[in-house]
């Protein structure tokens, strides 16, 4: 399997396009006919333009014969969630009241991805406007996880997990808010890296919750995350919550990994709730780095049970302001059954929201409100100080924390659906980073006994990346997990 061509890695395939062992123009060919083949099962796919895709990768190969690649991603294609505008594409943000926007520009990342010279292949299905941990809440259809179509892929990122899983693309980017790049990357079995705040621009992505969200690289080894982020990375003067912050080389980084590293295990993770494998498969990655030389302590996260309920104040808080200018005039989808100007506000978004977002927006308005914003919203930001506090106290006395991405493997279609709660479980250990702002990296760690991926989660002090990289790539060096693929 690991012979197909849209199985092997991003380094491996830049080796080949420099050697000229394969043109940029068969490899696109190749990961488009990979995705006409499966996809009808996988769902990965919103849209995509294959004339676009194959030109950008004619112009790689342009580039190449003349000896100038823009970098070793020149040639690469890399997919997009469809909440990251490209210019000329569909934006749906997985709502229907998206349905038939085409974005008028590029976000700061396409246009990085651009410069890299990276060949842009096809919109990624997504949770609507990245609320939810299963893919479900798409309005336009579920994604499947390759390991097996009758589970789920993890969300909000569903589609840009699977179809790296699958080999229907070989890079692709998603967003995390609250674990969507983590969560679903641990459901498909490959890597997945959440950026600390402000290392990657937001211009162009659809905001779901603006203090929390960050674009991240998913790709099937920690190499090829690395490459991504590389070219990603960086402070952009159209996002001003963008951080000035010393970008050292990753990639090569990653080998370098010298020093032994003190590495926190929080006792808070690993109580109830932890299926007994997943436990398993983490206690086997946190002994591997013990027998590696590093330093294994227990640490305590206290504020552990308060992250769930802050982050559902302040993340519905900020969706329920954000998605205000979804009002039937300014964008896409319009009520038809509307009389007046009135009516068009409340039919357009009583029919283009599907029930989770309609759900997040109330609450978020019900939180915003005079006789609330005390004890709900402001409460919400004094726990969430704590939160980071707790987090930075604890990154002082360690150089990483180790944790399961996800309390359980994938779960079959249906099972959390109905029940928003224990959809909202799905992310207690991911959440944490996005209310600190801190890094986190998810990468298989293992298989459970029905054959599904395990993630396993390296956390780092704010725009260390290039440590939790190094950790994860230490890990992956030894363990297989990087060659293992579904059979789709
Ligand atoms: N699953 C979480 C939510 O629904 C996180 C989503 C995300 O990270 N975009 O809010």
Request: glycine content about 8%.
């Amino acid at each position: 399997m690991d012979d197909e061509i849209f199985f092997k890695s991003a380094q491996r395939l830049s080796a080949m396009l420099d050697r000229r062992e394969i043109s940029s123009v068969e490899l696109a060919k190749a990961v488009i006919e990979r995705a006409k083949q499966i996809d009808s099962k996988i769902g990965a796919f919103l849209s995509f333009d294959e004339a676009k895709t194959l030109r950008e990768a004619e112009e790689s190969d342009a580039r190449r014969k003349k000896g100038r690649p823009l970098s070793v991603l020149d040639g690469i294609p890399v997919s997009l969630k469809d909440l990251i505008a490209e210019k000329g594409q569909p934006l749906t943000c997985g709502s229907k009241i998206l349905e038939n926007f085409v974005s008028p520009y590029d976000a700061t990342v396409t246009e990085r991805l651009r410069a890299a010279g990276c060949v842009l292949w096809g919109r990624l299905n997504m949770d609507e406007f990245a609320m939810g941990s299963s893919n479900e809440n798409s309005a336009y259809k579920p994604v499947a996880n390759p390991w097996n179509i009758g589970c789920v892929p993890g969300g909000s990122s569903g589609g840009s997990a699977a179809a790296v899983a699958a080999g229907e693309t070989i890079l692709s980017l998603g967003s995390d808010t609250g674990g969507s790049i983590r969560q679903p990357a641990a459901f498909c079995g490959i890597c997945g890296l959440k950026p600390s705040y402000g290392a990657v621009s937001r211009y162009g992505l659809v905001a779901f919750a603006s203090s929390l969200d960050q674009i991240g690289p998913m790709g099937r080894s920690v190499e090829d995350v690395a490459s991504l982020f590389q070219v990603m990375a960086g402070i952009d003067k159209k996002d001003s919550s963008s951080f000035p912050f010393r970008k050292p080389n990753y990639l090569a980084g990653l080998s370098k990994f010298s020093s032994l590293k003190r590495l926190g295990v929080p006792k808070e993770y690993f109580q109830g709730g932890l299926d007994s494998e997943v436990r398993k498969a983490l206690e086997n990655a946190i002994e591997f780095y013990r027998s590696a030389g590093h330093e294994i302590v227990e640490v305590s996260l206290e504020m552990t049970k308060y992250v769930m309920p802050a982050y559902y104040i302040i993340a519905t808080a900020e969706a329920s302001s954000n998605l205000a200018r979804f009002d039937g005039i300014r964008y896409g989808f319009r009520s038809k059954a509307t009389s007046n100007a009135i009516d068009i506000y409340f039919k357009t978004r009583g029919e283009g929201f599907g029930e989770e977002v309609k759900r997040r927006i109330m609450l978020g308005t019900y939180v915003l409100s005079n006789e609330n914003f005390d004890s709900y919203y402001r409460h919400a930001q004094k726990v969430r100080t704590l939160i980071r506090n707790d987090f930075m106290r604890v990154l002082g006395e360690v150089n990483a924390i180790i944790a399961p991405t996800t309390p359980t493997v994938a779960f079959e279609f249906g099972k959390k659906k109905f029940d928003p709660l224990q959809m909202y479980l799905c992310d207690i250990f991911t959440v944490q980073a996005n209310m600190v702002g801190t890094c986190g990296i998810s990468i298989p760690c293992g298989m459970s006994s029905t054959n599904l991926p395990i993630g396993m989660q390296i956390l780092g002090k704010p725009f260390k990346e290039h440590e939790i990289l190094s950790l994860a790539y230490e890990f992956e060096s030894a363990h297989g997990c990087k060659n293992l693929h579904p059979k789709i």
